[in-house]
């Protein structure tokens, strides 16, 4: 995009502007609780052997920073290690998550040596999927430190003069959401990435991507709790440099855990009633849990800095929609119906297919999600392999959730 388009308007020309919303509604927030709570009791059906294995993986718990997992945050990730011990439950040679999120179990995939394909209806998802799998060869990690520096430079640059730093207008709504500085370097930083001619420029926009709730008001990706922490001048600047070497170096490590010949993941953005994957052996996916989260509308402050086409209405199990529970249930249960059947339909004859999935709650009422999930998956012809569950504490709803691992595999 030239600097000049019309679309994008100079940062000089800011002060001009009146009206200003004071506070912006970020939206229904809340946090779903997985791998943080201690799980309780366990219960198995069918496949023993499988069904124990599942749950150890839904008892993972505890720090796991290997390679680029700790790159970004996002909301209701799966514990690195449950990814980890899923897939060395169900071996193969590929492995697709339509729901990939952050791309938790893309990584532990690529180390398995596994053929990957990741899909998310949310744009921030595959760009954070991406950058947390690039596959890069010693000559383009050099360069990308090279290129990371000289963003760093051209944005410390452009705060002596922000008349030529220009922003997408979907910005300055949410432009009280920040701190004058740090506003104004996350702009340098922007235009700087945006400008820059590189084929590793989404890893660059996902490094600037994890800076921008951490340097607005917002508490976090979670909550829209407004927070006054004091923030020197400098500090975004200084944060994305720090920030492009712990990434670099977890890139690098990355590098020496895949296996050589491992093909680069495929990430796009899809519905996962959709998928752009088939003839794959083996999927291991979380689906939203209903009515537990707004995935697309808690990406808002990055929504507006790179400008992203949200297709809020396609978006499953939301917690907005939960404001009507009997409909919104009902939806939920048609499109667990479609997206089930649409990975049946992607997977090879003997495939396994493992859903992640817990119970919601509205208006102190659990929603079930066992039966209907085994439910969906009998009506796409798929067979019944285990259940494994752990029970978990919300402290939030002071009531017991259940949290399942459920796998099925195509005759
Ligand atoms: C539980 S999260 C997945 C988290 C992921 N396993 C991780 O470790 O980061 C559920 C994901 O479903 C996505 N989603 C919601 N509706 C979708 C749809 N119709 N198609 C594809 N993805 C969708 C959300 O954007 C969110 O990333």
């Not at 420029?201 to 709730?213: D, N, R, T, Y």
């Not at 404001?323 to 667990?336: G, I, N, P």
Request: aromatic residues 8%; glycine residues 6%; hydrophobic residues 40%.
């Amino acid at each position: 995009m030239p600097k000049h388009s019309n679309e994008y308007i100079s940062h000089g020309d800011l002060q001009d502007l009146t009206g200003l919303p004071k506070r912006v509604n970020l939206g229904d927030a809340k946090k779903r609780i997985s791998g943080q709570v201690s799980a309780g009791k366990a219960h198995i059906e069918g496949d023993m052997e499988l069904g124990k294995k599942c749950v150890t993986a839904l008892r993972s718990s505890g720090e796991f920073k290997r390679a680029t997992q700790g790159f970004h945050s996002y909301p209701a990730r799966l514990h690195p290690e449950a990814a980890r011990l899923l897939l060395e439950a169900l071996p193969g040679k590929t492995l697709a998550d339509p729901f990939c999120g952050g791309g938790t179990l893309l990584v532990e995939a690529l180390i398995a040596g596994r053929q990957v394909f990741g899909s998310d209806l949310n744009p921030v998802a595959t760009l954070v999927s991406t950058a947390r799998t690039a596959l890069l060869s010693q000559e383009q990690l050099t360069r990308l430190s090279k290129e990371l520096d000289d963003i760093h430079q051209i944005a410390a640059q452009a705060m002596d003069d922000k008349r030529h730093v220009y922003l997408h207008p979907a910005i300055l709504k949410y432009k009280s959401w920040y701190k004058t500085n740090c506003f104004d370097e996350l702009a340098c930083l922007h235009d700087a990435i945006r400008n820059y001619e590189s084929e590793l420029k989404p890893l660059m926009q996902a490094i600037f991507s994890s800076l921008v709730v951490k340097y607005s008001l917002r508490a976090s990706d979670t909550s829209n709790k407004v927070v006054y922490i004091p923030r020197k001048n400098g500090a975004v600047l200084r944060a994305f440099k720090e920030k492009s070497k712990e990434y670099t170096a977890q890139l690098a490590e990355l590098q020496t855990l895949v296996p050589p010949g491992t093909a680069p993941a495929m990430i796009t953005l899809a519905d996962a009633r959709h998928p752009n994957f088939d003839n794959v052996d083996t999927i291991i996916t979380s689906p939203p849990y209903p009515g537990t989260y707004d995935y697309l509308p808690l990406q808002q402050l990055r929504q507006a800095w790179f400008n992203l086409d949200m297709r809020e209405k396609e978006e499953i199990g939301s917690r907005r929609a939960f404001k009507q529970v009997k409909a919104a249930y009902e939806a939920w249960l048609k499109d667990t119906d479609n997206w089930i059947q649409a990975s049946a339909n992607a997977l090879v004859k003997g495939g396994h297919l493992a859903i992640v999935v817990g119970e919601g709650m509205q208006a102190g009422k659990l929603l079930r999600v066992a039966k209907p999930t085994i439910q969906a998956a009998e009506k796409a012809k798929l067979s019944f392999v285990t259940s494994a569950s752990v029970e978990r504490f919300d402290p939030a709803t002071k009531m017991k959730k259940i949290e399942y691992i459920l796998v099925f595999s195509k005759p």
